[in-house]
Every structure is written in C-alpha cells, then in structure tokens.
C-alpha cells in the first residue's frame, strides 16, 4: 500500500485548497478512503470519507465546507476545502479504510500540511 498526499500549503483564513492523495498498491476502486488531521498538540481526527459506493462522510465542523471526491480511473482521491478558518490548520493525512476505525500504520500515508494564517 502507498499513500502519497499532495496540496498542502499556507492559505489565509477564507480560502481554499485542494488536497490529492495518489493511492497504489491495492484496488482503489473498492475501497473505502478517508482523509484525518492532526493539529498541533492534538489527536488525530477523522475529516472525511468515501465508500466505494460513494456515500461520504464528513466531519460537522467541515461540513458545507469540505468536499471529498474520488477518481477511480486515477486511483487517487480528493478534498476540496473552501472557507479554510484558522482551526482548519493541520497535517491531513490519507488513509486506506473508512473514518473512525483503528487502521494499521501500513495504511496511512505521510500527510501534507495545511496552514491557515493571516
């Protein structure tokens, strides 16, 4: 499994970002994917899934925000994030595996950082 996430960056408070992660190793297709965040001095937490069936999940504090999407033929996954606020700040990581289970260290990938500053 190999997990590459892109697309992080700085952005002020108000914009957006568009975060990829380029998945191999295994049938994308099938999977369910999720996008989860640390912030600093904090626990990770789940932002968003996608089931292969393409019911999504998201978090209530991104909600109407954030928009996960998935590109089978590419293998790779995306979030759309819009109106970033300053708590939005993070390292957001992929993940093989739908939100809120224990996944093993093999299915999350090395994250991309997201800061949101003015």
């Known amino acids: 499994v190999q997990l590459v996430e892109s697309g992080g960056g700085l952005v002020q408070p108000g914009g957006s970002l568009r975060l990829s992660c380029a998945a191999s190793?295994?049938?994308?297709?099938?999977?369910?994917m999720s996008w989860a965040r640390q912030a600093p001095g904090k626990g990770r937490e789940w932002v968003s899934g996608i089931y292969s069936d393409g019911i999504e999940y998201y978090l209530d504090s991104v909600k109407d925000r954030f928009t996960i999407s998935r590109d089978n033929a590419r293998n790779t996954m995306y979030l759309q994030m819009n109106s970033l606020k300053l708590e939005d700040t993070g390292v957001y990581y992929c993940?093989?595996?739908?939100?809120?289970?224990?996944?093993?260290?093999?299915?999350w990938g090395q994250g991309t950082q997201v800061t949101v500053s003015s």
């Open positions: 190793g295994f049938t994308f297709s099938t999977s369910a």
């Open positions: 993940a093989l595996g739908p939100p809120g289970v224990d996944l093993p260290s093999r299915s």
